[in-house]
């Protein structure tokens, strides 16, 4: 499993490609996958980027637990997976292509910041990015909640 750990900026050109961070690309094994899907966050105003293999663990895990003869579990799955987009940094220049919509499902214009949060990493919109961090209080009032007794 690849392990993503820091912020990025990267800027967007006319065609909707972004230079993939060095850092993130130097943390997959040589050799390794280079495949990335990349979605729409269902909570946030960011997109998520999973490599492939976590991304297969993941909607497999997801997966698993829906009923397929259960209309609202089918519903939610077709959703869950309409806008999904696989990327790959080309080996040039090391830039990926994001679709346009997903660019704009997030209000990006020009400018991106890659976030790696571990198992994935999240593209916000630069001016959005800030502005999503938690205050301290309530990082700490998650934290104690979150804390097992």
Aim: charged fraction near 35%; include cysteine; aromatic fraction near 14%.
């Amino acid at each position: 499993m690849v392990t993503f750990i820091g912020k990025y900026p990267s800027k967007v050109d006319d065609k909707g490609r972004l230079v993939f961070p060095a850092k993130f690309k130097g943390m997959v094994a040589p050799g390794g996958d280079l495949r990335f899907v990349i979605k729409k966050s269902l909570y946030s105003d960011c997109l998520e980027m999973w490599s492939y293999e976590e991304w297969e663990k993941e909607s497999d895990r997801i997966r698993e637990g829906l009923d397929f003869f259960n209309p609202q579990h089918e519903q939610f799955w077709r959703e869950y997976m309409r806008d999904c987009d696989v990327v790959e940094p080309d080996a040039k220049l090391g830039r990926i292509s994001i679709s346009r919509y997903l660019l704009d499902a997030i209000g990006v214009n020009k400018e991106v910041v890659f976030f790696g949060i571990n198992f994935k990493i999240e593209i916000w919109a630069a001016e959005k990015f800030e502005s999503s961090k938690v205050s301290k209080e309530d990082y700490v009032a998650i934290a104690k909640s979150l804390s097992r007794k």
